[in-house]
């Protein structure tokens, strides 16, 4: 096994954090456009995606079955599923990899869990580490406000109804973010995220994120050499 | 009553605090005839008045179907089966094992966590990683390791048990052999070593499996006497005790 920080692939992985309606992934499908018209060979991996654990993830939310410590290992276990599967494979072929979401995610929202901190990380020690992590960050009410446009209807894991925070969907939520929020917080010296202001408009953040994107880039990362006619 | 004590760090939101049950573990390789012991332990303790619990890998509610599905498709990679496993030890720990030690159960359960730990090692995952994250496992009470000599021997127990050699026991994702017969052996061979290995390092009181079913029911059976015994020093309803008077039951029967 490869740990954290000491993979060597020829290519290039950025991914998108940050709380819930901090327009992460609005950036992200952006970021995906321009790199694929710039004749880039992309791949797209996605949080809570794999199909080995899918039916499992699904069921035990439905049913609440979940514990902070196997809501994390389970979560583990999809992300081990698509490092082995989606994200190291076109890597070492010398793709680019775009993922919404990352380890960073289930830092913060297992650690608010309260799960200890040093063993999460334990856990997710096989994690390819990312050329860079953009970190979202959004005032919460800003968040709050965007979440509650796209999706009324708070689920009850998401809301962190599992902890017994508050009575209420809403109000748990809000506590819920805020201590995700502070975790991000910490961890992005921890982990050198590169923090884009989420207030800031649409285009101004794709801006940026494509100007640090660019400095990794190289013409050989290109669709053409990676797949050889 | 027993106090709670970790491998690593505790799982969060669970009380920590003495229990009165005993957590006894039956380890050993595929084929070596843990659930046949398992099924009799928990039928020699209830019939002495114990409230038995047993459970096993891939029982949890939230992870069992799930492994199995996944197992099926032979498609699981060697980090996400350790992962998967993992969550289905957490819920059985969470769920089964420590409401049932609080409530005074034996639980027997069919290998614990350094099957999952050995199987990590035989597929080069790195041994520190496994460990921390079985770092929320319980110390158990006892664990008794059923060692065979030779994988031969499992070969043929496999065999007479009717069944055929199962992808996975044969450690065919590891392409050691060029079929289910060779690779069973190299695997399993493989396995013995990590069992071995990890028998000082873990304490596993270790029991020759070779040996007839009924030799090897029997020495379980002291060892465990002694291991629940120490809890009852009052000489209450031992199991000792109540073994002499089933078997007065079985003589008045007969």
Known sequence: MISYGHHRYPGRLFVVEGTDGSGKSTQLSLLYQWLKSEGYSVFFSEWNSSPLVKDTTRRAKKRRLFTPTTFSLLHAT???DRTERDIIPPL???AIVLADRYIYTAFARDVARGCDRAWVRQ????AVKPTAAFFFRAPLDVAIDRISFARPLLKYYEAGMDMDWADDEEESFKIFQGKILEEY???VSEFGLTVI???QPIRTQQGQMREIVSRYLKENLKEKAVLPQ | MTEMKFYGTALPGIEIGPYSGKLIVIEGTDGVGRSTHVALLRSWLESAGNAVLDTGMTRSVLAGRGIKDARAGHTLGRLTMQLYYATDFADRLENQILPALRAGFIVLTDRYIYSAIARAMVRGVDPEWVRAIYGIAL??????YLRVRSPEELAARVLTSGNAFDYWESGMDLGLGNDYYDSFISYQKLLLKEFDRMSGEYGFKVIDASRPVRRVASALRRSIARVIE???PKGSGTVKETVKIESQDKAKTA
Do not use: R, T
């Open chain 1, 78 to 80: 999809d992300f081990a």
């Open chain 1, 92 to 94: 070492k072929a010398g």
């Open chain 1, 123 to 126: 856990v997710y020690n096989f």
């Open chain 1, 185 to 187: 917080d910490h961890m």
């Open chain 1, 197 to 199: 202001d989420g207030a």
């Open chain 2, 139 to 144: 110390v158990p009470d006892a664990v008794y």
């Open chain 2, 230 to 232: 120490d809890e009852s």
